[in-house]
T-cell receptor
Framework: DQQVKQNSPSLSVQEGRISILNCDYT??????FLWYKKYPAEGPTFLIS?????DKNEDGRFTVFLNKSAKHLSLHIVPSQPGDSAVYFC????????????FGRGTQLTVWP | DGGITQSPKYLFRKEGQNVTLSCEQN?????MYWYRQDPGQGLRLIYY???????QKGDIAEGYSVSREKKESFPLTVTSAQKNPTAFYLC???????????????FGAGTRLSVL
């Protein structure tokens, strides 16, 4: 049972434009959300996170938005750069499970010149 | 230079053979995790350990075994009972016992296991 869902397997965006990656979750007990970026044959690297008590967190070109009522979060990348081309994973934590992350299946972002 | 080291990078398993994937971390993290990645499947949790000498099964533990004798090390054995072991295996670690920002997991570079 997939508790974290990324329904778009791929996204293609022109360099300089905004990339919006979406993520939905089903478990209302999740209280912290993370985005990871992964290049082929490498481990995921942490990108940005947000607590359930917030609705927005920003770090440079990356902003994560959380809509708790809709159980939806999104990652905005502005402006997009070719080096952003990677697979992006959304992940969520339930406080009671002490750090066990639940991952979505990932979205392949391609940024073209 | 702190981090997580997985070895080998590539591993081949013969039918009926057990193989062990190594994961070492020098981040002084309490918790360690093993994930499996298959194409289009995302990351699925195999086993995790919050402290030394203790570990729990994840979602797909069948055919795998682990040990946690040292804080720095969390090896994963893929046994002959795992009928479809071909995948990319990722080890991660984090500070245990809290949620929020301290629960960011840091990943190794992975081991690709293939069956001969």
């Amino acid at each position: 049972d997939q508790q974290v869902k990324q329904n778009s397997p791929s996204l293609s965006v022109q360099e300089g434009r905004i990339s919006i990656l979406n993520c939905d979750y089903t478990n209302s007990m999740f209280d912290y959300f993370l985005w990871y970026k992964k290049y082929p044959a490498e481990g995921p690297t942490f990108l940005i996170s947000i607590s359930s008590i917030k609705d927005k967190n920003e770090d440079g070109r990356f902003t994560v938005f959380l809509n708790k009522s809709a159980k939806h979060l999104s990652l905005h990348i502005v402006p997009s750069q070719p080096g952003d081309s990677a697979v992006y994973f959304c992940a969520a934590i339930r406080g009671s499970t002490l750090g066990r992350l639940y991952f979505g299946r990932g979205t392949q972002l391609t940024v073209w010149p | 230079d702190g981090g997580i080291t997985q070895s080998p990078k590539y591993l081949f398993r013969k039918e009926g053979q057990n193989v062990t994937l190594s994961c070492e971390q020098n981040l002084n993290h309490d918790a360690m995790y093993w994930y499996r990645q298959d194409p289009g499947q995302g990351l699925r949790l195999i086993y995790y350990s919050q402290i030394v000498n203790d570990f729990q099964k994840g979602d797909i533990a069948e055919g795998y075994s682990v040990s946690r004798e040292k804080k720095e090390s969390f090896p994963l054995t893929v046994t002959s009972a795992q009928k479809n072991p071909t995948a990319f295996y990722l080890c991660a670690s984090s500070i245990a016992g809290s949620t929020g920002a301290k629960n960011i997991q840091y990943f190794g570079a992975g081991t690709r296991l293939s069956v001969l």
